[in-house]
């Protein structure tokens, strides 16, 4: 089992960055793929980014490539979203979520989720 806790959301006005965190307990992140989601309301939970540690690899969704950089430290058993030049579109509750295997967009394969936090961009 592998508990995930968000951090660092809140209010910017547009142009502003945040910088989101996941926390894992109960086992290390190694081998996982950790993948960050968002939410707006009356919308579906869709891909942002995601990353594999122990591979080494990145993967971000078209509308974040450019602004928003995904990061981990193995040792310290964190991830994070570094959100730069924000946009009152990305107002969302972000959600970090793991699985085993393969780095993938598909929220449907994701065993693990955090609770959220929420992310508010004014213009």
């Known amino acids: 089992q592998v508990q995930l806790v968000e951090s660092g959301g809140g209010s910017v006005q547009a142009g502003g960055s945040l910088r989101l965190s996941c926390a894992a307990s109960g086992r290390t992140f190694s081998g996982y793929s950790v993948g960050w989601f968002r939410q707006a309301p009356g919308k579906e939970r869709l891909f942002v980014a995601g990353i594999k540690l122990s591979a080494g690899i990145t993967y971000y969704g078209d509308s974040v490539k450019g602004r928003f950089t995904v990061s981990g430290d193995n040792a310290e058993n964190m991830v994070y979203l570094q959100m730069n030049s924000l946009k009152p579109e990305d107002t969302a509750v972000y959600y970090c979520?793991?699985?085993?295997?393969?780095?993938?967009?598909?929220?449907?394969?994701?065993?693990?989720w955090g609770q959220g936090t929420q992310v508010t961009v004014s213009s």
């Open positions: 979520a793991a699985k085993d295997g393969l780095l993938t967009v598909v929220k449907t394969q994701y065993k693990y």
